[in-house]
């Protein structure tokens, strides 16, 4: 079953919601070549539709309510902050971390990015991350859409209270495993992946002075997409066993 984020105006009444977005009535129509008669999952900020496509229109697929489900909250939000590699890596990163559960991701430069900020390019990149994000979402049957934000400077990144912190770092001492004993205990957590160059020393020491814990994933030094990919893999697991 296909499955569409709506916002409140599709939703004509307690029977009948319509899909007119463009682009999602461009896949739903061309893409998925949706037929009536089939069901599709509809999401809304509070609730999950089961609905029964009965009309094709020229610019929007009309369906029937058979089922209303109350969406439950996330039990915890995981924002990662992502030091900001070259356009294609980010865009990897973008898709794969939100099959794997991130609500948030924080773009940020630091002493070693490649990419520098600026502000003209990045307005023109960000209406495409966000489609990246939408199409993830819908792949992978997320009842949300996650948020990209502005990048940041790394100075920026502060952690709010009762926020639990992971900081990914080739030359901590820490296994990742010792953090993740306690990770049930928070209802918020922020990771923070450095860039290609990785991080200063300084750069460490101050993020470690601002509460995150820096951990070492394993012995083998990853490229910023994978380290990224990898930490949430094991963060999942360890939040939903």
């Known amino acids: 079953m296909f499955r569409f984020f709506i916002d409140e105006s599709n939703i004509i009444d307690d029977n009948y919601i319509e899909i ?117 979402a819908m792949q992978s049957k997320r009842n949300n859409i996650p948020k990209i934000n502005y990048p940041i400077r790394i100075d920026d990144i502060e952690l709010d209270d009762g926020e639990f912190g992971i900081l990914a770092y080739e030359e901590s001492d820490l296994p990742i495993r010792e953090v993740l004993k306690n990770l049930k205990e928070y209802n918020k957590i922020s990771i923070v992946i450095g860039p290609e160059g990785g991080f200063s020393k300084n750069e460490v020491d101050c993020l470690i002075s601002k509460g995150f814990n820096s951990v070492l994933l394993g012995d083998r030094i990853l490229r910023t997409e994978t380290a990224s990919l990898n930490l949430l893999s094991i963060i999942g697991y360890e939040l939903e066993r």
């Open 20 to 136: 007119n977005d463009k682009e999602d009535f461009h896949h739903g129509k061309n893409v998925l070549r949706l037929k009536i008669g089939e069901n599709l999952e509809l999401i809304s900020k509070r609730n999950k539709y089961i609905a029964e496509i009965i009309e094709i229109k020229s610019e929007s697929i009309r369906t029937k309510v058979l089922e209303k489900i109350e969406l439950k909250n996330n039990s915890t939000i995981i924002k990662l902050y992502q030091g900001m590699p070259k356009s294609d890596k980010f865009e990897f990163i973008i898709q794969k971390s939100v099959e794997l559960g991130v609500d948030e991701i924080v773009p940020f430069e630091s002493e070693r990015t490649i990419v520098k900020f600026k502000a003209k390019s990045y307005n023109k990149k960000q209406e495409r991350y966000e489609k990246i994000i939408k199409a993830a």
